[in-house]
């Protein structure tokens, strides 16, 4: 491990979080054809295909279910190298290392023999990986799709239409606004380590300064929510959380709405 | 240790969701009653701190880094309430906003990592750190076991999630349906990670932020929940608390409908179902046509006749009608649960009492 790894793979991750959110913006403001629709319709359409999807057993309603995501992509004017990059790959490397060993442990009929090896693909054990690998790329991608397209707030209003505690809305809605504002000071903080330090730092010296950053952290947390708590009072805040809730459905809506369900449930009378 | 959507069945989900909504509904509640009006913007700070402290590289021994949790400073900090609700919320954003668990295994996310987690936690801290001083090297000590323990403990949950679902999820061909590996693959591939490098991460993390925060912050290790009280500090209300009622009220008099059911629940025999023809025949309809014992088992005989229920099936003796019975039963479980309850609170309060202010 190269001396400062582990500081530069947290800044990696830092930055990481920014672009992803950065991109999330932009393909959020694309005129496409999720960007219309109703962001209640987004939620629940797209909640209702990954239901559908992680109840199906069939892989080739499966296959299809990510056929039709992807048709949704392209008429939302998402690039596919974005989904490949973001989800595809990513799935493929992680959902595959962890569904390998399946191929030849799953009891079954044996398929065929690798050869220098004793080891046997059973059929049973090669369709239980391809069925995990699917699901789960069809449920990521449907899960990105609904990100990238929908801005946050307008995710957390629909989640408040759908009968979503307003505190659990509040929370999650200041958590997404504090968790970039702590991001940027953690990345500062360790930045700021960075550049005055000189030679090797020690094993126990490197872990003495992740826990004083995170330290230094949770002290900044703490004060901050007492001011963002003080600010809320000075604007009345009662303990009572007020949203306002202003989408309107319109005619491609409800029929957005309509195939999203019908979808769903051909997929899980087809699918089971 | 973070669920993707797709490797747990609908059943399994949903199960896990009505667990950590009840976790949920009850830390929500205890919050409240605690911070008031603070819990919003309390909550919401530490729920994005805890969601930064879960993207840190933890350096560990070996030259190897992980990533921790944060659970246990949290529930440290905020107690086991405040820690379940701020670590679910960064888990919920982690899935919503950038797709790092799934949406159908939040619930069983959230009960893995920021119910059981923080409970773990926050147990065995106060366990171990019990009659110590704030300042104490055992605070640390505590702390470090108390990471490593946590997260080793959702990791366990998290492998028996993942290792039920080849048993219970199969097609006619034996193929498993989502997660393909059984228990005794699933628990040592998951648990050799987090007893190596995560539990290491977690107990690093947490007793060097109990190290730093004696030193510098020593207020935040009393608990920020024993704040003072705000001017426009908002009490429970009565009616959320009969509203709790009403609905036990409305279970209680559902319980006739358990009468609707017919035969008896798998393995839930007695000796004379075992030797009734009849029984026997739906016993042995129940498990795949396997043939039933030819006598009852001499350790179920002896062992039977150990106790004697009260109410047995759900009827007291001395009432006609089972659907009263069923409702008197369950009059009389609520009674000895909220008795227990009361009992056990009484001891707590005493024990806190009695221990020396830290």
């Known amino acids: 491990m190269s001396q400062h790894s582990f500081v530069e793979s947290t800044l990696r991750g830092f930055a990481r979080a920014f672009s992803q959110a950065l991109i999330s913006e932009k393909a959020a403001n694309q005129p496409g054809l999720l ?32 056929a039709l995501t992807v048709v949704i ?18 799935v493929l490397g992680f959902t595959g290392f962890i569904a390998l060993p399946a191929l030849f442990v799953t009891p079954g009929s044996p398929l065929f023999l690798v050869p220098g090896v004793h080891l046997s693909v059973s059929v049973q054990g090669l369709r239980a990986a391809v069925l995990l690998i699917l699901r789960v790329e069809t449920a990521a991608t449907l899960t990105t799709l609904l990100m990238l397209c929908t801005p946050w707030a307008h995710i957390l209003k629909a989640l408040r239409s759908l009968h979503l505690p307003a505190e659990i809305v509040t929370m999650l809605a200041m958590t997404h606004r504090y968790v970039f504002l702590l991001i940027e000071t953690a990345n500062q903080m360790f930045e700021s380590r960075q550049s005055r330090t000189v030679g090797e730092l020690s094993g126990t010296e490197k872990r003495r300064m992740t826990a004083r950053t995170a330290g230094v952290l949770l002290s900044k947390s703490v004060e901050l929510s007492h001011e963002v708590y003080l600010a809320m009072l000075s604007r009345g805040f009662d303990g009572e959380v ?5 989408f309107r459905m319109k005619a491609l809506d409800y029929f957005a709405l309509t195939a999203f369900l019908f979808a769903s449930c051909l997929a899980v009378w087809t699918g089971l | 240790m973070h669920i993707p959507d797709g490797y747990l069945s609908p059943s399994t989900c949903a199960t896990l969701y009505a667990f950590a909504a009840s976790g949920w509904y009850s830390a929500l509640r205890r919050v409240k009653r605690m911070l008031a009006s603070r819990t919003i913007p309390l909550i919401s700070v530490f729920a994005a701190f805890s969601f930064v ?29 405040g820690s379940i609700l701020a670590v679910s919320i960064a888990l919920s954003i982690q899935a919503l906003f950038f797709g790092d668990g799934g949406i159908t295994t939040l619930g069983a996310n959230c009960f893995n990592m920021a119910i059981v987690g923080s409970v773990v936690a926050y147990g065995v801290y106060r366990l171990l750190s019990a009659r110590a001083e704030v300042k104490s090297r055992r605070r640390v000590l505590a702390a470090a076991v108390a990471g490593y323990v946590a997260i080793n403990t959702a990791a366990l949950l998290t492998a028996f999630e993942f290792g039920i679902q080849p048993t219970l999820f199969h097609d006619a061909s034996g193929m498993p349906l989502y997660a393909p590996y059984p228990l005794h693959v699933a628990i040592p591939a998951m648990m050799i990670g987090h007893l190596t490098f995560a539990g290491l991460a977690e107990a690093a993390i947490s007793a060097g932020m109990v190290s730093y925060l004696q030193h510098a912050d020593i207020g935040l290790l009393r ?22 009622w009403w609905v036990v009220g409305v279970l209680m008099l559902c319980t006739p409908l358990g009468i609707l059911a017919a035969g008896t629940a798998w393995g839930e025999w007695s000796s004379a179902d075992l030797a009734k023809p009849a029984s026997r025949a739906q016993i042995e309809a129940a498990s795949g046509n396997h043939a039933a014992p030819s006598s009852v088992p001499a350790g179920l005989r002896k062992l039977s006749a150990l106790w004697t229920a ?34 056990a609170s009484r001891l707590v309060r005493r024990t806190q009492a009695q221990e020396p202010p830290s």
């Open chain 2, 310 to 343: 009260p109410f047995p099936g759900y009827a007291p003796r001395f009432v006609k009608s089972t659907a009263f019975g069923y409702v008197l039963s369950a009059m009389f479980s609520v009674g000895l649960f909220l008795l227990g309850a009361l009992v």
């Open chain 2, 223 to 244: 608990g920020v929940r024993d704040g003072p009280p705000t001017p426009l500090a908002v009490t429970v209300q009565p009616s959320s608390s009969m509203r709790l």
């Open chain 1, 73 to 90: 992509a392209l008429a939302s004017r998402l690039s596919l190298w974005l989904l490949a990059t973001r989800i595809w790959f990513v």
């Open chain 2, 53 to 81: 402290v879960m993207m840190f590289n933890i350096p560990l021994p070996g030259g190897t880094t992980g990533h921790a949790l944060g659970v246990t400073v949290a529930a440290i900090v905020l107690g086991p309430s």
């Open chain 1, 35 to 66: 960007q219309r629709l109703d962001p209640r319709v987004r939620v629940v359409g797209i909640l209702a295909l990954v239901i559908s999807v992680v109840l199906c057993h069939r892989l080739s309603v499966i296959a299809a279910g990510l």
């Open chain 1, 242 to 246: 007020q949203l306002l809730a202003d």
